[in-house]
């Protein structure tokens, strides 16, 4: 692995006989380690590496990413290598429109398909993220209490009002490039698709509904019993989900066929 991919993607498990690798994308502020409890969970059958951007943990002192074509450029450049052995894609939250875009710009490049590619608390890439929006003009008070009501913030955040200017770069990066990404439909790509929910989430069956259309054959849907943020909630269903539904996945996966 060379220097820039160990910048970008960090090994949360060390899977010595893992037949597949799988890649989480964390929400918007977060880094790698918001994995780390999913990692312990995982079945020895899959080892998990996570999504190290810029602006945050290991990489604080660098500054957040500002364009999403680059930002896309440098995480297909770092996934690309491990493509020619089983490997699956895990976005939460706001990170699961750069998992799809990630496997979008991989499949573009000639790379084989993920086994799977699996989304979490977010809506499809085709419906516009109004929040995001909302987000980007609001002074830091504003900003902080609107995704504080929106749940899923670290309890490390919520305690320690301090540490929010510390955190709010990143937060604000993010947000930005969502509220400007613009969807492109002829360059939609299909894959196996797998839409995780808790099943007390009201967006649930709408961002099924609209995930559908990503999907290289029927999407699948997996609720769990739990909070709303399977992240924090429910760490060890969400393991054994990711372990079961990656069971087997030894061979790679030809190239998707796009829409284009």
């Not at 690798?21 to 502020?29: I, K, T």
């Not at 990143?170 to 969502?178: E, K, P, Q, V």
Request: proline share 8%; aromatic share 10%; glycine share 6%.
């Amino acid at each position: 692995m060379t220097d820039k991919q160990w910048n970008w993607l960090l090994r949360l498990n060390d899977r010595s006989r893992a037949s597949v690798r799988l890649f989480g994308f964390p929400g918007a502020g977060a880094g790698p380690s918001a994995f780390t409890e999913l990692a312990r969970r995982l079945p020895p059958h899959v080892e998990l590496w996570g999504v190290a951007l810029p602006g945050r943990e290991a990489r604080f002192s660098e500054p957040p990413p500002s364009e999403l074509e680059p930002l896309m450029a440098q995480l297909t450049e770092s996934v690309l290598p491990f493509t020619n052995e089983p490997y699956a894609l895990f976005g939460y939250c706001s990170g699961a429109l750069l998992a799809y875009l990630t496997a979008q710009h991989l499949i573009s490049s000639g790379a084989p398909a993920p086994s799977r590619l699996f989304v979490a608390n977010y809506p499809p890439p085709h419906v516009v993220n109004r929040t995001a929006r909302e987000l980007a003009s609001c002074g830091s008070d504003e900003f902080w209490a609107k995704i504080i009501s929106l749940g899923g913030v670290p309890d490390n955040i919520l305690e320690l009002e301090d540490l929010r200017a510390v955190f709010e770069p990143a937060f604000r990066a993010d947000y930005r490039l969502l509220a400007r990404y613009e969807h492109n439909a002829r360059a939609e790509s299909r894959f196996p698709l797998t839409i995780v929910s808790s099943d007390r989430d009201p967006s649930a069956a709408h961002n099924v509904t609209g995930w559908a259309r990503y999907a290289t054959h029927t999407a699948q849907h997996e609720q769990i019993r739990s909070g709303r943020w399977l992240l924090s909630e429910a760490t060890e269903q969400l393991g054994a989900l990711l372990g079961r539904l990656l069971a087997g996945h030894t061979e790679v996966t030809p190239p998707a066929a796009s829409s284009r």
